[in-house]
C-alpha cells in the first residue's frame, strides 16, 4: 500500500483565509477584536514611475543562457502596497516576520518613507511588529491615535 504525502500547507492555506501570513492573519484578528476598522493590501503607492529607457540595453533572462535585446524598452513602475491601512489615513501597518527571500523590503520601504515625506502631512504613524507581541502593542497604540483624533474634532 502507498502512502500519499500530506500536503501541510494546503491547509493551513485555508486556515489563514486571505492572508498571507499567520503573523497577518494574528493582526487582522487583533484589529478586528478592538473594534479598529482596517484596509488590507487595498491601497498602492507608486514610488518610482514608469519611464523609458531609449537607450543600448541587453539583458540576461532566468530561462535562457542568452542575452535579450531591452533597448528602447519601457520600466515599469515601483509600487508598494502595506499590508494594513487606516480607511482614513491616520496609521499603516507592515507586518514583517523572518523571511529571507524578501531582499527587496529594505529598498522599498527607504523609497516609502522617502514618498511620505515628500508627500508632506497629514504623515500617517507607521508600524512594522515583527512578532504577536508587538501586534498587540501595535494595535493598542492604534487605539490611542484613534481616540486622540475623536477628542481633537
Known amino acids: 500500500m502507498k502512502r500519499r504525502a500530506?500536503?501541510?500547507s494546503r491547509g493551513k492555506r485555508r486556515e489563514l483565509g486571505r492572508y498571507k501570513s499567520?503573523?497577518?492573519?494574528?493582526?487582522a484578528d487583533q484589529l478586528s477584536e478592538f473594534g479598529i476598522p482596517f484596509?488590507?493590501?487595498?491601497?498602492?503607492?507608486?514610488?518610482?514611475?514608469?519611464?523609458s529607457y531609449n537607450q543600448t540595453y541587453w539583458k540576461m533572462t532566468s530561462r535562457?543562457?542568452?542575452?535579450?535585446?531591452?533597448?528602447?524598452s519601457?520600466?515599469?513602475?515601483?509600487?508598494?502596497t502595506p499590508d494594513f491601512t487606516d480607511p482614513n489615513g491616520l496609521w499603516i501597518i507592515e507586518?514583517?516576520?523572518?523571511?529571507?527571500q524578501q531582499h527587496t523590503f529594505p529598498l522599498r520601504?527607504?523609497?516609502?518613507?522617502?514618498?511620505?515625506s515628500e508627500a508632506g502631512p497629514p504623515y500617517p504613524a507607521l508600524f512594522m511588529p515583527k512578532n504577536k507581541e508587538q501586534i498587540?502593542?501595535?494595535?493598542?497604540m492604534i487605539k490611542q491615535i484613534i481616540d486622540e483624533s475623536r477628542r481633537d474634532k
Do not use: A
Open 22 to 27: 499567520s503573523l497577518e492573519k494574528c493582526c
Open 95 to 100: 507586518t514583517k516576520g523572518y523571511n529571507r
Open 6 to 8: 500530506i500536503n501541510k
Open 136 to 140: 498587540l502593542h501595535t494595535v493598542q
Open 74 to 80: 519601457r520600466v515599469l513602475p515601483i509600487t508598494y
Open 39 to 51: 484596509c488590507y493590501e487595498e491601497v498602492s503607492y507608486t514610488l518610482q514611475e514608469p519611464f
Open 109 to 116: 520601504w527607504k523609497m516609502f518613507l522617502k514618498h511620505l
Open 64 to 72: 535562457r543562457k542568452d542575452m535579450i535585446n531591452r533597448s528602447n
